[in-house]
């Protein structure tokens, strides 16, 4: 499966901004998907990740309240919906596919998923 990460550019802080992550290639309603980030220099981190169903969702604690992941399975896409931007929040956002379920002991880990979009760079300002 092939997945093309669009959505970023250049914001303020405090603005919201949505990612989109489509797929193609595949069975899309098979998969698990999830958003990542690298900012440079630091590690890649976990996001948020969303059952095949859309019906559960894991994000990390720094995550909640701002960061919302989303699904339609119809257009074969995932959405990343950032509020409250902040400049920390500058980094490319990467999109993940898993065949199957996810669980949240293991969302958070790169390793576990079976394919990667090319990346979105997400610059916000203060």
């Known amino acids: 499966v092939q997945l093309q990460a669009s959505g970023g550019g250049l914001r303020q802080a405090g603005d919201s901004l949505r990612l989109s992550c489509s797929a193609s290639?595949?069975?899309?309603?098979?998969?698990?998907m999830a958003w990542f980030r690298q900012a440079p220099g630091k590690a890649r981190e976990f996001l948020a990740a969303i059952s095949w169903s859309g019906v559960s969702t894991h994000y990390p604690d720094s995550a909640k309240g701002r960061f919302t992941i989303s699904r339609d399975n119809a257009k074969n896409t995932v959405y990343l919906q950032l509020n409250d931007l902040r400049p920390e929040d500058t980094a490319v956002y990467y999109c993940g596919a898993k065949v199957g379920m996810i669980v949240s002991r293991t969302a958070a880990l790169g390793r576990v998923y079976d394919y990667w979009g090319q990346g979105t760079l997400v610059t916000v300002s203060s």
């Open positions: 290639g595949g069975r899309f309603s098979s998969y698990a």
